[in-house]
């Protein structure tokens, strides 16, 4: 199958909607990562996104709608704080999880009997959702386990020759995946850390709370259990205030002939003497914004990735070293 990328235009949302009524999948741009959409209400064409990515069938699915359509047919018992929460953030990057009506296939839940309904702000991905008018499941449109995609460019190196058409809205803004709220208890929960922030939910509704899988437990949002994210190449990750052995391994590996670089914010990065970095940037939203970017330029230019953990913790940093952690740890 060739694999086309194009703008977004009347001509591409055109042939998009074709791929997408005749049970096909897309990659589209939204302000977090690129998704990979098909027809929510279509089990087969469900089915063969999970295929595609070769996505574990535990593995539930995002589904994405536009600004106007109504939540209520896929939802059931909105709560009063998931109401202000979407006043307050949507469109844009939060996911949250509802009893589902049963109205889309039970392959986007895994059977789960609750549905992850997103809002993109992304005005590439509106104009595809609007087009469209249907809910469309999208994971993220990588290889599963592969480093998410944050431009077209990316959704072609993993999906060439996989999925018939890319639609091009250029580099996404934010970087890391949404955030995902579990909004089917009497508080908001995080289930999975993103650029809508615990402390913005905190100051929106007063109370929100955390969700750490423990060792053995059925994971409540089963993509928390694998690992993500991964460059191709070896990773190691070290602690902020552990510059010292990070710079000493990259020595000692760089002597005996295995290529490294050093991935870390630009403060420390300004430390390295000339070493190869690869750097993430200086504040929060920035170095969400970079990251993928980097740990996709890391496995084309050396063997082994030395990530440094940025100082910064709480707030965005809580999403991004949530994915360095996955991405590098062995
Ligand atoms: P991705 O599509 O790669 O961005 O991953 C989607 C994330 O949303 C995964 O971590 C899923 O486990 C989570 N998710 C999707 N649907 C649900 C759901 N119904 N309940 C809990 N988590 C969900
Ligand atoms: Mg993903």
Redesign the pocket.
Known sequence: METKIAAITADSLSRAARIIRDGGAVAFPTETVYGLGADARNTEAVENIFAIKGRPND????VHVHTDYDISSLAEGVPAYAVKLSEKFLPGPL?M?YKSKGSVSPAV?CG?G???VRIPSHDGAQKFLKYLGIPIAA??ANVSKHVSPTSAEHVFFDLNGKIPLILDGGACSGGI?ST?L?CTGEIPVI??SGLITREMVEETVGTCGEYVLKEGERA?????KYKHYSPSCETALFAADELASAVGLYDEKEKSGICCAILCESAVAKKLGGRRCLVLGSDPAEMAANLYLRLREAEKICRLLIAVAPAERGGVMAGVMNRLTKACRN
Request: charged residues 15%; neutral net charge.
């Open positions: 593995n539930p699915l995002i996911t999880v839940s789960l609750t549905v992850a994971p993220s995946e995902v579990d289930l999975r409540r949002s089963p993509g928390m």
